[in-house]
């Protein structure tokens, strides 16, 4: 439910415009149907609530925020799940709840479709900007994904490709 006054720019309701998006899990975890408990590790019993999981033949993955900076002010951050090597899991599972916390950074791919670019599959670097958040996508190796994540974007392109 909004209350706010259409936008200037594209009429939509301003309190649409500052949003969270959360993935409850990544695309290929999704895509591959039903799993059996047993081949599923989470931090939490919940997909929608954990930082970390791993799924037996799919790979790890961990919670990252993927801010998309929009004209006139505005982001959307998306709450994603990045893959990655199943070999940095335990280091960053150690690392998580310490104060080294702070200082993680992981590579990995985007492991959920962010549209209207689609980028599943994208590299991306995360990094702590606060230690009291998961993760921040903060680079990328890819063009396209660099672009998403340092340029302005259009709002109304973003605001019509949300679901």
């Known amino acids: 439910m909004t209350n706010g006054a259409p936008c200037d720019l594209c009429g939509k309701p301003v309190d649409l415009h500052d949003r969270h998006v959360r993935f409850v899990k990544p695309d290929p975890v999704v895509d591959a149907g039903d799993i059996p408990a047993s081949d599923v590790w989470m931090t939490d019993s919940d997909a929608n609530a954990s930082v970390m999981m791993q799924v037996n ?21 998306y709450g994603v799940w990045v893959a990655i090597n199943p ?9 998580w709840w310490t104060a080294e916390y702070r200082d993680l950074v992981v590579d990995g791919l985007l ?42 974007w259009d709002h109304d392109l973003v605001l019509s490709a949300l679901r």
């Open 57 to 77: 033949g799919i790979g790890a993955f961990v919670r990252a925020l993927l801010p998309i900076h929009l004209t006139a002010g505005h982001t959307i951050t």
């Open 87 to 95: 070999d940095e899991l335990r280091r960053v599972f150690d690392t």
């Open 111 to 152: 492991a959920n479709t962010i549209e209207p670019w689609g980028l599943l599959g994208a590299p991306v670097t995360l990094r702590v900007i606060d230690p009291d958040h998961t993760p921040y996508c903060v680079d990328s190796v890819d063009g396209r994904m660099r672009s998403v994540l340092t340029d302005e």
